[in-house]
């Protein structure tokens, strides 16, 4: 299982025949995951919470798509969430990534998506 330090990288989106790469920030401590996206009104690119199998848009001010990903990285579920919600435990998820609402139908992402993430 991949294991992160809290800060920047690039999550690729591999996605037919060109990878997509967004910039990423990476909440691996349990302080950065729990602040997750809260008081931000925008977010350049992705963000991914590891471990975790589920997530909240309490106290959120945007709507975030959500992108459940198992131990090697597939997509096994994607949802939008308006704020205020609290998502369903996935059991085989391992990581979580968040965009802004509408970002991963953009970027290709969809079950059976294969990512990677590369650190700075």
């Known amino acids: 299982m991949a294991r992160w330090r809290d800060g920047r990288g690039r999550l690729v989106i591999h996605d037919g025949e060109e990878p997509v790469v967004v910039p990423l920030e990476i909440a691996a401590s349990y302080r950065a995951r729990a602040k997750g996206l809260l008081g931000r ?12 199998g589920s997530i909240h848009t309490f106290r959120m001010r945007m709507p ?7 131990r090697r990285l597939t997509v ?7 704020p205020g919600r609290l998502g369903l435990p996935r059991l085989r ?17 969809e079950v059976g998506t294969l990512v990677s993430v590369e650190v700075e």
């Open 41 to 52: 009104d925008a977010l350049d690119g992705a963000i991914l919470l590891s471990p975790a």
């Open 64 to 70: 975030v798509d959500v992108a459940y990903l198992d």
């Open 76 to 82: 096994i579920a994607v949802r939008t969430m308006p």
């Open 93 to 109: 998820s391992r990581h979580v990534l968040e965009a802004e609402a509408g970002a991963m139908a953009g970027w290709g992402v």
